[in-house]
């Protein structure tokens, strides 16, 4: 689908890594501690069974395995990396590495589709890494191995499930598109959260409030603003926007967590804003 207005798109499809900047924030401060999965698992299931049966709506019968396939890479994977990420590592920290993104969705797109990057394009997703890279040389970060491997792995299979899912979308409504991934994403995680994680403790209502706020606007409203975004614009122009939930991220760890902000983290920011904006300048089809 062609974006009539492609700055407004970019502007929905913003909303969605900006509102998963806020799990780091949610996840260490509302949610029982040491429970990865069963934080992705409570996040993601809810809300693909209340767009399940909201669209009831099927995909063909041949359009499945490919459906599970992103399923995997965009909820089951990324969720249970994501969450360990988000155990292990700063709030800010934990989603910095996520901007190798945009590179390898332009990679992605060069070796599948020989379709090279625009220079500029190139140039800015490289600048976004140097912009993130001052933000996680900032004081006080903590390099935790297993932190930094998830979030890397978690990165790659967002990149992919991003690139594919423009070339793999079935003919139903994009919220039918979006339930089903969340739902099929959901139930990889249950075996995973039941077998790792502790059980769950009594839950206050501070830590029900947690779990909701994830499952009905981390889950079910991002990933159909995100699913539009990529129905609408390029898989680059898309995945750069992943950019703004570390921002987000570090920005809330600064205004609501007393984390420090040296000059070197500001001019980070700076990079990184610039970095997506010339993506999206560069990812704009020709008048």
């Not at 767009?51 to 499945?64: D, K, S, V």
């Not at 809330?252 to 999206?280: C, E, F, K, N, R």
């Amino acid at each position: 689908m062609q974006s009539r207005n492609p700055w407004l798109d970019t502007l929905f499809t913003a909303l969605a890594p900006v509102i998963w900047g806020t799990t780091y924030i949610v996840t260490t401060n509302l949610l029982p501690p040491d429970r990865p999965f069963t934080a992705a698992l409570l996040r993601t299931l809810p809300a693909g069974l209340l767009l399940a049966l909201y669209c009831r709506t099927l995909p063909a019968r041949h359009e499945w395995g490919r459906l599970i396939a992103l399923s995997a890479l965009n909820i089951g994977f990324f969720q249970a990396l994501l969450f360990v990420a988000a155990y292990r590592l700063p709030g800010g920290l934990a989603a910095v590495v996520g901007a190798i993104q945009p590179l390898l969705v332009m990679g992605m797109a060069w070796a599948m589709d020989s379709r090279r990057p625009p220079r500029l394009a190139a140039w800015a997703g490289v600048m976004g890494i140097v912009g993130m890279a001052a933000l996680l040389l900032s004081p006080g970060s903590a390099w935790d191995p297993v932190g930094i491997a998830a979030a890397l792995a978690g990165a790659a299979c967002m990149a992919a499930g991003t690139f594919l899912a423009r070339r793999w979308q079935p003919k139903v409504p994009l919220l039918a598109f979006t339930g089903w991934q969340l739902l099929a994403g959901g139930l990889m995680l249950v075996p995973v959260a039941l077998i790792v994680d502790p059980p769950l403790p009594a839950l206050s209502l501070v830590h029900v409030l947690g779990y909701a706020y994830l499952s009905l606007f981390g889950a079910l409203l991002a990933y159909a603003l995100w699913f539009r975004g990529i129905a609408r614009l390029s898989p680059v122009a898309v995945s750069s926007l992943g950019l703004l939930s570390p921002l987000t991220a570090v920005t809330l760890g600064w205004a609501l967590l007393g984390q420090s902000m040296t000059g070197v983290s500001l001019l980070g920011l700076l990079i990184v804003i610039g970095s997506i904006l010339a993506v999206q300048k560069a990812s704009r089809p020709a008048s």
